[in-house]
């Protein structure tokens, strides 16, 4: 019952992510509807302004999705290859789970040994401790040299502001939230930087008479 547990919340985990993922396409596909649809909620004077801050959106989440796509192709990629060397049975299986667990920070990772740490331990515990060093090779380059090149042309994010967001994330929401933490963070710090900081604090100022005024 233990094992028929943990399968049937690997399955619902993955499927869920897979949902996402296929939506996150669908919308992209099609955004000019939606992207008219929120222009049209701001008043007349601003949906110009609105529209350019919606294609820093769209730049930012464009820049996260070609991070995401080249980094967990890279840990699919590699998983696959580290354990057709290790011979572990099923390489193409836990690549493709790498890959999809890859897409949910921190604990995508560990979820995603598991399962062939597990099956390589039944062999000996001499090729599941090489499955464990190869995992965490493959999360130290992807983490420490894939990830910073592209997040640095791509996406400009701060660290202690994205792990407390995605902590908060991942209490709330459990998976679900780590998964969609970046992309929200992403927009939220766009949003912020452009209504709050540059339309409304930077055309702040102080009138003669001592009172504060904004300047439109």
């Known amino acids: 019952?233990?094992?028929?547990?943990?399968?049937?919340?690997?399955?619902?985990?993955?499927?869920?992510?897979?949902?996402?993922?296929?939506?996150?396409?669908?919308?992209?596909?099609?955004?000019?509807?939606?992207?008219?649809?929120?222009?049209?909620?701001?008043?007349?004077?601003?949906?110009?302004?609105?529209?350019?801050?919606?294609?820093?959106?769209?730049?930012?989440?464009?820049?996260?999705?070609?991070?995401?796509?080249?980094?967990?192709?890279?840990?699919?990629?590699?998983?696959?290859?580290?354990?057709?060397?290790?011979?572990?049975?099923?390489?193409?299986?836990?690549?493709?789970?790498?890959?999809?667990?890859?897409?949910?920070?921190y604990k995508g990772a560990i979820l995603s040994v598991i399962p062939p740490l597990l099956l390589a331990l039944l062999d000996s515990p001499s090729k599941a401790g090489a499955v464990l060093l190869l995992y965490f090779l493959i999360q130290q380059i992807e983490g420490n040299l894939v990830t910073p090149i592209i997040m640095e042309k791509q996406v400009s994010l701060l660290p202690a502001y994205t792990l407390a967001i995605l902590t908060a994330f991942g209490f709330f929401f459990g998976f679900l939230g780590l998964f969609l933490g970046l992309p929200i963070l992403i927009v939220i710090q766009i949003w912020v930087k452009e209504v709050l900081i540059k339309d409304i604090l930077d055309r702040w100022q102080t009138a003669p008479s001592g009172k504060s005024v904004n300047n439109p």
């Open 1 to 105: 019952m233990h094992i028929y547990g943990l399968f049937s919340n690997y399955l619902i985990l993955i499927l869920n992510t897979l949902l996402i993922t296929v939506l996150t396409i669908m919308l992209l596909i099609n955004l000019m509807p939606y992207r008219h649809a929120t222009i049209s909620l701001f008043p007349a004077f601003y949906r110009q302004r609105a529209d350019e801050i919606l294609s820093k959106w769209e730049e930012g989440l464009m820049g996260w999705l070609a991070r995401v796509a080249l980094s967990r192709s890279l840990i699919g990629i590699t998983s696959i290859i580290g354990l057709s060397v290790l011979q572990v049975p099923l390489p193409f299986v836990y690549g493709l789970l790498a890959f999809i667990l890859a897409l949910i920070p």
